[in-house]
């Protein structure tokens, strides 16, 4: 029997033969109830074909949310506007290199690298074979998506557009109605998986089939090791790269058992954010200057209370949400995960597997903050009559935020399954 017919869950490491769906069924982990794979609609040229209308259409929506103002403001008979580029150099010229980096990666070089990556791989699908660097280029999508926050910046800006209204004329420009646009295209953009995309190229542009031993297969699972990239089951005998490490046989990417040091890493992510997380409640992430007054520093907390007495309960519960509610509760949820997956704890794994996918899945909310620092600081240059510059609460913050995301994808959930009973089940 192949190893191909065979699927690991993501979540648990629990090994399942692949079996035929019916119209718009999933397959789940009976464990975890992680999804394993779903019914499409459709054969693999039209999912080709709408992959490539959709990304298509992305990388055009992108440009132009790219190229035009977001929004102008008017006040005092000055007019201030800025694309997203150039918000990031604002930053940057002030001196806030390490927000304007975070800004420029997460909100400009990571979206378009997905989808550029994306449009390239799905026209190659589109003629049935696979492009040059296929393997290298899915995992590149893979990564770019991890860190890509169209979402999260479209609802900064429209924060920030609603916290303009009380100091100045905001006048929309096409940059602000692409953003919007741009934001649903890339939902329905990621529902292709990379993973799904694999198994699309293998249907379109079938590789040799490889197969594992049938002993391998049906008595001895350990030697099974499913790649985190592709999703492929690999049997023995594993592909050995001169340094020793084995590598998938279809993407090529290093096969570990379990995320190497995984506990480890996760801690001291988690220790760094923890540290940092101090200054950046206590630090003013902007600083307001007024006609006829000094500079005010605003910290996260003045920043909800000023939105909260100013008539805008909704936008304070948002922003208290994404930048206490939420870094709180992933630097606590990540450290109970951690601390009982190192202890082997039995309690719960349902649960905490649950809490894990929660984690991962308002991690990059917390970015909120960001965003608006970004687009308030980039808007409001009146000169003398108005100013805002970032503060360095907003680097603290922002590094407290990545730090969290690192960890949460350093951790492997699998950990948390290790130690149960498998009551006959195999696992990868």
């Known amino acids: 029997m192949s190893a191909e017919h065979l699927i690991g869950c993501h979540d648990?490491?629990?090994?399942?033969?692949?079996?035929?769906?019916?119209?718009?069924?999933?397959?789940?982990?009976?464990?975890?109830?992680?999804?394993?794979?779903?019914?499409?609609?459709g054969g693999p040229l039209r999912r080709a074909d709408s992959l490539v209308a959709l990304t298509m259409g992305a990388v055009l929506v992108y440009l132009l949310a790219q190229s035009f103002p977001i929004v102008t403001l008017e006040l005092g008979g000055m007019a201030t506007g800025a694309t997203l580029l150039q918000a990031v150099g604002v930053l940057w010229n002030a001196g806030m290199q390490v927000v304007a980096a975070m800004v420029l990666l997460c909100a400009i070089v990571f979206p378009g690298l997905e989808l550029g990556a994306l449009l390239y791989v799905a026209i190659g699908l589109r003629r049935g074979r696979r492009v040059p660097g296929f393997h290298l280029v899915l995992r590149v999508v893979q990564?770019?998506?991890?860190?890509?926050m169209t979402e999260v910046l479209m609802i900064g800006i429209l924060i920030t557009v609603i916290k303009m209204t009380s100091l100045?004329?905001?006048?929309?420009?096409?940059?602000?109605?692409?953003?919007?646009?741009?934001?649903?295209?890339?939902?329905?953009?990621?529902?292709?998986?990379?993973?799904?995309?694999?198994?699309?190229?293998?249907?379109?542009?079938?590789?040799?089939?490889?197969?594992?031993?049938?002993?391998?297969?049906?008595?001895?699972?350990?030697?099974?090791?499913?790649?985190?990239?592709?999703?492929?089951?690999?049997?023995?005998?594993?592909?050995?790269a001169k340094d020793g490490v084995c590598h998938c046989r279809r993407c090529g990417a290093a096969l570990h058992r379990r995320i190497p040091n995984s506990i480890g890493w996760t801690w001291v992510m988690l220790a760094a954010a923890t540290l940092l997380y101090v200054p950046a409640n206590?630090?003013?992430?902007?600083?307001?200057?007024?006609?006829?007054?000094?500079?005010?520093?605003?910290?996260?907390?003045?920043?909800?209370?000023?939105?909260w007495n100013t008539g805008s309960p909704g936008l304070a519960i948002i922003?208290?949400?994404a930048s206490v509610v939420v870094p709180v509760s992933k630097l606590v949820a990540l450290a109970w995960l951690n601390a009982t997956a190192q202890l082997r704890s039995r309690a719960a794994p349902l649960a905490r597997t649950r809490a894990y996918r929660v984690v991962e899945f308002v991690g990059r909310w917390s970015m909120l903050d960001i965003f608006v620092v970004a687009l308030t600081v980039a808007l409001v240059r009146f000169d003398a009559l108005a100013t805002i510059t970032a503060g360095p609460g907003a680097i603290a913050f922002g590094c407290v935020v990545i730090l969290?995301?690192?960890?949460?994808?350093?951790f492997d959930p699998r950990l948390i399954w290790d130690p149960i009973e498998s009551n006959g089940e195999r696992h990868v």
């Open 12 to 41: 648990c490491g629990c090994l399942y033969h692949r079996e035929p769906l019916n119209s718009c069924e999933r397959a789940r982990c009976t464990r975890c109830r992680h999804e394993l794979y779903r019914w499409h609609a």
């Open 404 to 410: 969290t995301m690192v960890a949460s994808h350093q």
């Open 319 to 321: 922003i208290f949400i």
């Open 282 to 307: 206590l630090l003013p992430v902007m600083y307001s200057r007024m006609i006829g007054g000094g500079a005010e520093g605003d910290t996260i907390m003045s920043g909800v209370l000023l939105f």
């Open 143 to 148: 990564g770019a998506r991890y860190w890509a």
């Open 168 to 240: 100045a004329r905001v006048v929309p420009h096409p940059g602000l109605f692409a953003f919007g646009v741009l934001t649903i295209l890339c939902a329905l953009v990621m529902r292709y998986e990379p993973k799904a995309l694999w198994e699309l190229a293998d249907r379109l542009a079938p590789r040799p089939r490889q197969e594992a031993g049938a002993d391998a297969v049906a008595h001895a699972p350990d030697t099974l090791v499913a790649c985190r990239a592709c999703g492929l089951v690999n049997g023995h005998p594993w592909q050995r």
